[in-house]
């Protein structure tokens, strides 16, 4: 069984770049949550997708977005980077049970740290 | 509003007992996780809870009373492997996790 993995594991940016974040998810799972960790706080919920669609967003504008693909790999794009969007970007992947109508627990990848200069 | 309070820190001794609490006041409730994050990893999962009572796994135990929004992650015979920050997380009806700041665990020898 193959776990969560994300792309890249670091990166740098300047203010007012563009970055995509790539995640694949544990095999056998469907849904996809994306998550922002700053230093010294617990992750933030960006959004989550099933089925190739937003299914719930956090507190995050516009210029943060998403895609999920057909074998339920995800993107996070962010556009127009600001000082502030420096930190360790989570992808988390879970399975969609439709008898309960909820996802299952969520298991983390490795994260991808970015730095914005 | 949604609020999720844990302690900022605490620290033990090896081969003690540590109780690490955190409180929640959330829109709906439909779960409560722990994770464990080691410095500069992702978090693991640890426990989940959806009913009132006691879980336990191993040297780990998560308790959870729904009507005082409260919950405890219990660590048995400490070992410095648990060195960490331990994460309280809950899920709402609308399935969002939201995230406590975490629990930076201090394990001396």
């Known amino acids: 069984e193959t776990g969560v993995t994300q792309s890249p594991t670091h990166l740098i940016k300047t203010r007012g770049q563009q970055v995509t974040l790539r995640c694949s998810s544990q095999s056998g799972h469907n849904t996809v949550s994306w998550y922002q960790q700053a230093l010294g706080q617990g992750p933030q919920f960006i959004f989550q997708?099933?089925?190739?669609?937003?299914?719930g967003r956090g507190n995050f504008p516009p210029r943060f977005s998403g895609l999920q693909f057909p074998n339920y790999s995800s993107e996070l794009n962010v556009n127009a980077l600001e000082l502030d969007d420096s930190a360790l970007y989570l992808c988390?992947?879970?399975?969609?049970?439709?008898?309960?109508?909820?996802?299952?627990?969520?298991?983390f990848g490795p994260g991808t740290r970015l730095t914005v200069l | 509003g949604q609020n999720i309070d844990q302690p900022t820190e605490m620290t033990a001794t090896e081969g003690a007992i540590v109780q690490i609490n955190c409180t929640y006041q959330t829109s709906g409730f439909n779960g409560l996780f722990w994770y464990q994050q080691h410095a500069g990893e992702a978090p693991t999962f640890l426990s989940y809870?959806?009913?009132?009572g006691l879980e336990e796994k191993g040297r780990f135990s998560s308790f959870l009373s729904r009507s005082k929004g409260y919950s405890y992650l219990l660590l048995k015979e400490l070992q410095m492997k648990d060195s960490a920050s331990y994460l309280c997380a809950v899920r709402e009806w609308d399935d969002k996790i939201i995230f406590g700041k975490g629990t930076r665990l201090h394990i001396l020898p």
């Open positions: 997708y099933y089925r190739e669609e937003e299914n």
């Open positions: 988390a992947s879970s399975e969609w049970r439709a008898t309960s109508g909820r996802a299952d627990t969520q298991y």
């Open positions: 809870n959806v009913l009132d």
